[in-house]
Nanobody
């Protein structure tokens, strides 16, 4: 059964930190690429951080580079997103994605599986 379950969202003041978790089923965790996307109200969903399963190589959007860190725990089948120095513009629903079919890693339509999302709200 394919499953991605996000957790760890919440409300925090600017400058604070949160760690998101994405727990994956066995088959989903073995996907070639897993990542985090986010969608703010009235905006399109955008890629935030990606991790390649075979190399653990990571990639970040310019808006979060240096503040966010994506990582994996293979034993627990969890992908994390550590978010530091949070800003109000980081406020969004954060989604976990897995299994890149083809094409650009940053295009959301190229991912086969999605979680339900976890809300992150950053206040001034």
């Amino acid at each position: 059964q394919v499953q991605l379950v996000e957790s760890g969202g919440g409300s925090v003041q600017a400058g604070g930190s949160l760690r998101l978790s994405c727990e994956a089923s066995r088959s989903t965790y073995n996907s070639n690429v897993m990542g985090w996307f986010r969608q703010a109200p009235g905006q399109e969903r955008e890629g935030v951080a990606l991790i390649a399963s075979t190399t653990d190589r990571t990639y970040y959007s310019a808006s979060v580079e240096g503040r966010f860190t994506i990582s994996r725990n293979n034993a627990a089948r969890v992908v994390y997103l550590q978010m530091n120095s949070l800003k109000p513009e980081d406020t969004a629903m954060y989604y976990c994605a897995a299994d890149l079919r083809s094409g650009s890693w940053w295009r959301l339509e190229n991912y086969r599986y999605w979680g339900q999302g976890t809300q992150v709200t950053v206040s001034e």
